[in-house]
């Protein structure tokens, strides 16, 4: 018997919508999962995604990309090429494995919430193939990081980190809890497929692959481009949705797209923005953090939200200036929270890595150089307990990242400023004008307690710094520290270093 | 009843703060007393900070709450700084210098 063509049969097994006549439609699609709001019902009848795939065809070439990663990974595990990998990338690969490996697993449970709940059966066809590949993103994942815990005990975070009260991990959660977890699917299909799929991972992973294999890293470098081509696939689940959301209600659309892509571009500055800048040895650096937003995220986000009838962002003049400071200001913080990490931070401030920084950051030398001086003359002073943190950091209530955002005065002048809000009989804080903004608007949502909030509130026992990192899941033998403190301060050894820490003039 | 006795003769209450010193990158969490002077507030902050991110500087400090400076003897009670609040600490650098 000769086999149908493809578009004899495909929509047979696409369009599987169906009028219900023992229960009502939105018994079957509740609003609080389904979030039609002011869109009429029908109108997801027009939801179509750009390219179709049957579930023969993917499965052929998901076996295919498995096979090829495999067996990629099994002929260098036989390779020395691990050993010789700079601990700079190595870090960057530790943050990625602990901060993505599950995040890929609560991306799972986001797909199966639009297979279930999605409002057009192409949708939920879609989500089903979005909730197989999120499942194997989080095991490659998981896999690849395993196969190094027995070289360095880091790499046990690959799996461990998202269960852990670190506070790296509080505030991914907070992210990702607001993304993937408490929205209906309208809202999710557009801040996860729409807004942090195509607008930052796709671009990133095709970055972070490049990076890896400039590092020398094959083995990464292919996971992530396996990884990838699934993302290409299951993010076209946001563009029809906002499409059709932007019709009937706009102003919901621009507000979902708006927070969506400032929690995104506030966790890439704290995770990608390190690594890109810091971390990656400066002969393998190809571009600044600030110039791949540029290209990859912001040109192609600005064009792809105008096409769909949206503005920018309200905060936008607010996000740009950010990209010259809150990544930096993000890896002093890092650097000196380090035992907080299950990576060694890299301080990369040699002087020809200074030189790096402020050709492509010009105000670098005066928000940042005179911080890391004293720095750099307290390790030269055998000082490092000075470079050691003795409280917390306080944490933004939106983003839970430390409040370290610097901006400029009229007189010239970078400070940092805070943004109190007091409400309901409390003071919060947050690090940016945004993510006060965000707050007050979704305040009814998702807001996980910081971790300034647990330390007050008693939960962390005893409260002081042994306290914090137990009650975080930190053990000895995965604390982080810098690889190599000579790396960055023997440029400056034997200058004069008046006004530090009283324990290194001693 | 302690409500009737003046903020000073009560007993120290703890007042976690959210703090910043001078031209440092972050905030930080500094707990502090009501009974504490503003000279011991602003040791407090500082002592995580100077010489260890801000280079030290012969000045004294003054702390700045809501817009005011505040004297160095006055405690946190008297000034009505409250838990969470947010206080700026600054070497009180004389003009000219």
């Known amino acids: ?506 | 009843m302690t409500q009737e006795l003046g903020v000073e003769d009560q007993a120290p209450q703890l007042v976690p703060l959210n703090a910043i010193f001078a031209t440092d990158f972050v905030q930080i969490l500094v707990p502090v007393t009501t009974a504490n002077t503003m000279r011991e507030v602003a040791a407090a902050v500082a002592h995580h900070v100077e010489g260890r991110r801000v280079r030290a500087l012969p000045y004294d400090k003054v702390v700045i709450h809501e817009g005011r400076r505040l004297p160095p003897d006055m405690t946190v009670a008297a000034a009505g700084i409250q838990p969470l609040d947010h206080v700026t600490v600054e070497y009180d650098i004389p003009e000219g210098s």
């Open chain 1, 1 to 506: 018997m000769a086999l149908l063509k493809r578009e004899e049969w495909q929509g047979f097994v696409r369009d599987v919508d169906w009028t219900y006549t023992y229960v009502d439609d939105d018994a079957v699609f509740p609003e609080w999962h389904s979030g039609t709001g002011k869109v009429p019902r029908e109108a997801w009848s027009a939801w179509e995604e750009d390219y179709k795939v049957s579930y023969p065809e993917y499965v052929a070439v998901q076996r295919d990309k498995e096979a090829s990663a495999y067996a990629v990974k099994a002929a260098l595990q036989r390779s020395s090429t691990f050993e010789h990998l700079d601990e700079g990338w190595k870090s960057a690969t530790k943050m990625h494995f602990g901060g993505v490996a599950l995040v890929e697993y609560a991306a799972v449970l986001a797909e199966l919430k639009m297979a279930r709940f999605g409002l057009n059966g192409a949708w939920r066809n879609m989500a089903t193939f979005g909730q197989l590949d999120e499942l194997r993103h989080a095991q490659i994942t998981t896999f690849f990081g395993h196969e190094f815990v027995g070289k360095d005990a880091q790499y046990d975070w690959t799996q461990k980190a998202f269960h852990t009260n670190d506070w790296v991990l509080i505030s991914l959660r907070n992210l990702f809890d607001n993304m993937m977890i408490a929205p209906n699917v309208v809202d999710m299909a557009i801040e996860l497929p729409f807004t942090f799929e195509t607008g930052f991972t796709n671009l990133q992973f095709v970055a972070l692959a490049s990076d890896a294999l400039e590092s020398g890293d094959v083995n990464f470098a292919n996971m992530i481009s396996s990884i990838q081509t699934d993302e290409a696939r299951h993010s076209q689940q946001g563009g029809p949705t906002l499409e059709i959301l932007v019709e009937h209600d706009p102003v919901r659309a621009q507000w979902v797209v708006d927070k969506a892509f400032w929690g995104s571009a506030r966790a890439f500055a704290a995770l990608t923005g390190p690594a890109m800048d810091y971390y990656t040895p400066l002969e393998h650096r190809k571009q600044s953090y600030r110039e791949f937003m540029e290209e990859w995220v912001i040109d192609q986000f600005v064009r792809t939200i105008e096409d769909y009838g949206l503005r920018k962002p309200w905060f936008w003049d607010e996000f740009m200036r950010g990209l010259d400071i809150w990544h930096h200001g993000l890896q002093m913080g890092l650097w000196y929270w380090r035992p907080t990490l299950w990576w060694r931070p890299k301080a990369g401030v040699s002087q020809d890595e200074r030189a790096w920084l402020a050709e492509k950051y010009p105000n670098w030398e005066k928000v940042y150089g005179d911080k890391w001086d004293v720095l750099i003359d307290n390790v030269n002073a055998n000082n490092v307990e000075a470079t050691l943190p003795e409280t917390l950091p306080w944490l933004c209530m939106t983003c839970h990242l430390p409040c370290c955002n610097a901006t400029q005065s009229r007189d010239g002048t970078w400070r940092v400023r805070d943004w109190p809000l007091r409400y309901d009989g409390k003071t919060f804080h947050f690090c940016t004008n945004a993510c006060r903004q965000i707050f007050w608007k979704d305040r009814d949502n998702v807001n996980h307690e910081t971790l300034v909030d647990r330390f007050l509130a008693g939960q962390i026992q005893p409260m002081d710094v042994g306290g914090i990192l137990g009650y975080m899941g930190m053990t000895p033998d995965a604390m982080g520290d810098d690889p190599d403190y000579e790396a960055w301060t023997r440029d400056y050894v034997g200058r004069p270093a008046d006004g530090i820490a009283l324990g290194a003039q001693s």
